[in-house]
């Protein structure tokens, strides 16, 4: 055994439970089972900033303010090309019409939230109005029945939000992906440094592991995904796995860490995040 067991936090969503499965279930020679919470985002946004838990699944937009206490690590992450957050409204409308409206998103520190900022300081003139959070698979109800104006939606949301009667304003992966050329960072795995180096190189040894073994076995996991998956079609189920479980999921490489650092040194010179340090990405 490498340790005591962790104590990790991701979403119920289909990505994160393929990806953790075979960690979750003591699938992982040499690393025991972690205690697993699930939580939306948001709430592990706000876990990281408080220093609570070993690991967790966070967005990157939130990194400039945890990196003291956690590390980035090289896997388990969310991101990918054409699996942008999306701006949804009960209507056909453009960008201008955003202007001074109230908006739905998951989290004012998510990924989602960042990009979409930075797409409208480009493309909203006046800016938009109210930010109102809500918990993702309540943003789309609360558009379809007139309580906020838009919303900025994630996940599965990319394959279901026709089914809510809604129309598609704009994607902010495809204003990421035109204006730099890079993969869209969406969510991140962290891990406390105070682990130290050794069991900080384990945890990503064995997220990279569970990786591998959800891909080399999908069936092994599908009851796990489907049983948290809020009741989500297995087809729509699948469509999400295959779109954020890729080879960045594997490993960020060198496209995948130009992305991240391309993400947050953008919007720290917009004021929008602090900025960060030479180092604040380096993994032991």
């Avoid at 946004?45 to 838990?53: P, Q, T």
């Avoid at 990196?67 to 896997?75: E, I, Q, R, T, V």
């Avoid at 993969?183 to 990786?211: M, Q």
Wanted: charged fraction near 20%.
């Amino acid at each position: 055994m490498t340790g005591s067991p962790l104590h990790i936090a991701y979403s119920p969503c289909p990505n994160d439970t393929f990806v953790f499965h075979a960690w979750a279930h003591g699938q992982v020679p040499g690393e025991p089972a972690p205690e697993v919470t699930f939580a939306d985002i948001d709430v592990t946004n706000g876990m990281a900033e408080r220093g609570e838990l070993d690991v967790l699944k966070v967005s990157y937009a939130v990194l400039p303010w945890v990196l003291d206490d956690y590390a980035l690590l090289p896997c388990g992450g969310a991101l990918g090309r054409g699996c942008g957050p999306l701006v949804l409204t009960a209507g056909p409308a453009g960008p201008a019409g955003l202007r001074g409206k109230r908006i739905a998103v998951p989290s004012e520190r998510s990924t989602a939230y960042l990009l979409f900022r930075l797409w409208a300081a480009a493309e909203v003139p006046g800016g938009v109005g109210e930010i109102v959070v809500l918990p993702f698979h309540e943003i789309m109800p609360a558009v379809r029945d007139g309580k906020v104006d838009a919303g900025l939606v994630i996940h599965e949301a990319r394959f279901t939000y026709r089914n809510y009667g809604l129309h598609r304003l704009a994607d902010m992966g495809e204003h990421w992906e035109r204006t730099t050329g890079l993969p869209i960072p969406l969510g991140a795995i962290i891990a406390k440094r105070s682990l130290g180096a050794e069991r900080l190189r384990a945890v990503a040894d064995a997220t990279r592991a569970s990786v591998r073994a959800a891909w080399d076995a999908p069936e092994a996991s599908r009851a796990y995904v489907l049983e948290h998956a809020q009741e989500m079609d297995p087809a729509v189920a699948d469509q999400h796995i295959g779109l954020y479980v890729n080879e960045f999921t594997a490993d960020l490489g060198e496209s995948g860490y130009a992305a991240v650092r391309g993400l947050l040194t953008r919007a720290a010179a917009e004021g929008l995040v602090p900025p960060l340090g030479p180092d604040a990405l380096s993994f032991p």
